[in-house]
């Protein structure tokens, strides 16, 4: 399905009914990296999953893509679907956009989790590496990056014993334009950072990390759990850094029974 929002097309899938759950997926992949865990929950909730901006069949508006807009994007759809408040679920650049999301638009938020994801800005020399795989993109094409993204963005347990998930990563990584792939690289590059935010955070939260996660390892998942009060902090044992994928028969368990545990409440 499709809705004109900000200015552009957004592309997104809305199944099920009852409380909203929304899917923000990482970079530079799109919504059917959560087709799992949409299948998982099944009709009890409403899943909404959308392709950010310059992702998927949404939009390749020109960048770089804030994560703030990504936000506005997604509460725009929000709007337009009649949806008050949501569950977030996000991973990686998907948990940025969370966390700008609960910067703005804290009252829109019922629960979050956040996969893989970090609270911090970037590095100097992260900034760095960003702006060289911008270009990289735009030099040599998706395929480019596929290539930098398979040895670090899937843990080696994976690597060795699901190859299909490599596969799939890499269809939804090559699918993508290298305008999109730039863009949001240097959007993630100047991204604010969200330590601070986490102390506010008033909403239940679960934090999830795959044990072989190397692009945001444990530790950053621990500053996660220790920074918002109340939130619990999961590792799924074998996956990497896309640890729904890696490991959805574990995430999925998770999450459904964390979306048991909240009420309710007033959802639209
Ligand atoms: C992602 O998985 O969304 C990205 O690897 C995040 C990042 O580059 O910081």
Redesign the pocket.
Known sequence: MQVEINGITIDYTDQGSGLPVIFIH??PLNKSMWDEQIEAVGDSYRSIALDLRGHGHSTVAPGPYAMEQMASDIRGLMSALSIEKAVLVG????GYVSFEFYRNYPDAVRAMVLADTRAGSDTADARERRLRMAEKAEREGAGSIADEMEPI?VGPTTRRERPGVVRRMRGMIEANTPQGIAAAQLG?AERRDSSELLAHIDCPVMVVVGSEDG?TPLAEAEKLRDGIMGSRLEEIEGAG?LSNMERPDRFNEILVEFLGSIEPGSTA
């Open positions: 990482a970079f991973l990686s650049m998907g963005a993630m692009l850094h």
